[in-house]
């Protein structure tokens, strides 16, 4: 693929394909999905699948995102290509951080003197989110397409140490696990203002809609990108959501519920 073959008028945005419903399901990519929603930047999705990413990030001239231990680059999605600069970005926060520098008259992703905190933000989630990891990432071969199966699963149970089936945690360390899962999510209620206490589903004991008040800034894309993922790759009736959906007083279920309007058309 040629930079030139792209649209020429969009930004374009290099997404995962799936056979989820509406083909979005990646976490990564859906913080930049919402992100040029809620700017109201107009782009077209670029479906990549899989087995495609490396060679297709390289043709484009990407920059890596991650170093492997022999020193070897390896590229992820979510990039971007925006033809009025004619700049190929890669990593989600960088790309937010670009858009907020590019087009600062749309409205702020990253409020101006945030910076820093939105940068500890994406550290701290992205190191206390991972005890949900175990019981989303192997299940995710299930909305992969048939070629990329066998890359998903070499790459992911290499990471895992172990098979996908063996990687979800089973009986007794299910419910261990899960706690863990429960406890993580509970603090980060306490960063959006919620008080230390259980609360009801529908529960008036939450301090504010939007981790800085009234309006959504990265920092919620990023939580609702995770979200967004439950739901694509377990469903929304699974047991886990529908668990999700309720913690900190329903604030979950409130959260994506409120970020519906910056998803945009992705089918």
């Known amino acids: 693929m040629k930079l030139e073959d792209l649209d020429q008028t969009k930004i374009t945005l290099f997404d995962l394909y799936s056979e989820a419903p509406g083909h979005a399901f990646s976490p990564s990519t859906w913080k930049v999905r ?19 990413v490396q060679s297709l990030c390289a043709q484009i001239g990407a920059k890596p995102t ?12 979510p990039v971007i ?14 790309i937010a951080e670009y858009l907020e520098q590019q087009y600062p008259s749309a409205p702020r992703l990253i409020p101006p003197g945030t910076e820093g905190l939105i940068r500890a933000f994406v550290h701290a989630f992205t190191k206390d989110v991972m005890p949900l990891y175990q019981f989303v ?10 070629e990329s199966k066998p890359y998903f699963r070499a790459t992911r149970e290499a ?9 979800v945690p089973k009986g007794e360390k299910r419910v261990e696990e899960w706690s863990k899962v429960k406890d993580v999510w509970k603090v980060f209620g306490r960063w959006f203002g919620d008080s230390d206490e259980d609360v009801e589903v529908g529960s008036e004991g939450t301090l ?4 800085m ?13 995770h979200l967004m993922w439950v739901t694509k790759v377990l469903g929304q009736e699974s047991e886990e959501w529908k668990e999700i959906s309720k913690w900190s007083g329903g604030r979950w279920g409130r959260l994506l519920e409120d970020c519906k309007v910056y998803e945009g058309d992705y089918l």
Do not use: H, M
């Open 34 to 52: 919402y992100a040029l929603n809620f700017k109201k930047l107009p782009f077209v999705t670029d479906w990549v699948d899989f087995i495609q």
């Open 66 to 77: 991650i170093k492997k231990p022999d020193g070897g680059d390896i590229w992820t999605l």
């Open 81 to 94: 290509y925006d033809p009025s600069t004619k700049r190929v970005v890669s990593e989600s926060l960088v």
């Open 137 to 146: 990432i192997p299940l995710t071969i299930k909305v992969v397409k048939e």
């Open 159 to 167: 990471w895992f140490g172990t098979t996908l089936e063996e990687a």
């Open 208 to 211: 504010r809609k939007w981790v």
């Open 213 to 225: 008040g009234d309006a959504p800034c990265f920092a919620d894309f990023l939580v609702a990108a």
